[in-house]
């Protein structure tokens, strides 16, 4: 390892110890009346964060605005709370001269690619994300989905998101697993397989943004017996709405589950994201029968929308849909011989 390497890591480890982070995170004094009802199958109350990126070199900032974002939805009574993709994004302010780096004007000579960054300061990073996201959930007594962050495993960087539960314990991840071709050009690797996780707020699931855009993902995850389904995004393009349509709209029409949208906007390393966070539901089961049960009102600035939502409702609309029984078993049967085995 090279001396300013060297220097680097002993920086970050440095910055990002967890004796530092627990010295802030008492100084905030949180204090919040938990409640460990069992949750009504028929009101489960949610929220999607739309999240302003804004880089900083100082883990309490992060760990503060976080803090501020929970407990405003703590306080409109959300029990299931979804971050965005890259929710780790803001700490890249760690790395000097990151801002020349994403424009490729770095002195140094060597290239350095995205994946070759994140494992190097990845671990650092996470360890933040980690301990503030399980701190979050633990205090306010909520299920969170941290939104995913490129994560090391060995010799790849994966796109991991990370569900928590009410004790402040890492439930399970996903991994990305269709990636951009952006990311693929970073040197991140795929995941290979979908995850359904059972809570007491229903079976939950949560491929990562791009996932959304393929119609074979809601329906794996919906023969798995998902019943609400969370999409981290950061899309790195200009808003448009019916590009935006391609994804999780769409998805919870086809496959009759709930869905929640959490989006990363925002300027960053030279890319602007945008995208409106929002709670989507089948047509029969929204006020406007639109579809939609509630919807940030910008697509590039912080918000945080919630709603309610009704997995019995969800279960009567499924055994009584009048299109969900018009398939072909014999065609499904001749393409997909065993798709059940396929989706465990």
């Not at 009102?297 to 849909?321: G, I, M, P, W, Y």
């Amino acid at each position: 390892m090279k001396i300013r390497e060297y220097l680097l890591h002993k920086y970050l480890a440095w910055r990002t110890r967890p004796a530092l982070l627990e010295r802030h995170w008492r100084s905030k004094k949180v204090r919040w009346r938990r409640t460990d009802e069992k949750p009504d199958r028929k009101k489960i109350p949610v929220g999607a964060v739309q999240l302003e990126v804004k880089l900083t070199d100082n883990a309490g900032e992060y760990m503060d605005e976080m803090c501020r974002i929970t407990n405003k939805a703590a306080r409109q009574g959300v029990r299931l709370l979804a971050f965005p993709e890259y929710s780790t994004f803001p700490l890249l302010g760690y790395i000097p001269g990151i801002e020349k780096l994403a424009e490729g004007t770095a002195t140094d000579n060597q290239e350095v690619s995205v994946a070759d960054l994140f494992r190097f300061a990845g671990p650092f990073f996470n360890r933040v994300a980690h301990f503030t996201f399980s701190k979050l959930a633990s205090t306010f007594g909520l299920y969170i989905m941290s939104g995913s962050m490129p994560y090391p495993v060995e010799d790849r960087v994966v796109n991991r998101a990370f569900l928590y539960g009410p004790d402040g314990q890492i439930l399970g991840h996903q991994d990305k697993v269709h990636l951009m071709p952006m990311e693929h050009a970073w040197g991140f690797s795929a995941g290979d397989a979908f995850n359904v996780f059972d809570t007491p707020l229903g079976k939950l699931a949560m491929p990562v943004c791009m996932d959304a855009t393929y119609f074979e993902t809601f329906r794996i995850l919906e023969r798995q017996g998902a019943e609400i389904v969370m999409v981290p995004i950061a899309n790195a393009e200009e808003y448009n709405y019916w590009l935006a349509l391609r994804g999780i709209w769409p998805r919870v029409q086809e496959s009759m589950v709930y869905g929640i949208k959490s989006a990363l906007v925002g300027q960053v390393l030279g890319h602007t994201l945008t995208g409106k966070a929002g709670i989507f539901a089948p047509l029969e089961l929204t006020p406007n029968q639109d579809g939609t049960l509630a919807e940030a009102k910008t697509f590039d600035s912080q918000e945080l929308v919630t709603a309610t939502l009704d997995l019995e409702a969800l279960h009567n609309l499924r055994a009584t849909h009048p299109y969900l029984g018009d398939q072909n078993p014999a065609l499904i049967a001749k393409y997909s011989p065993a798709p059940d085995s396929s989706m465990k």
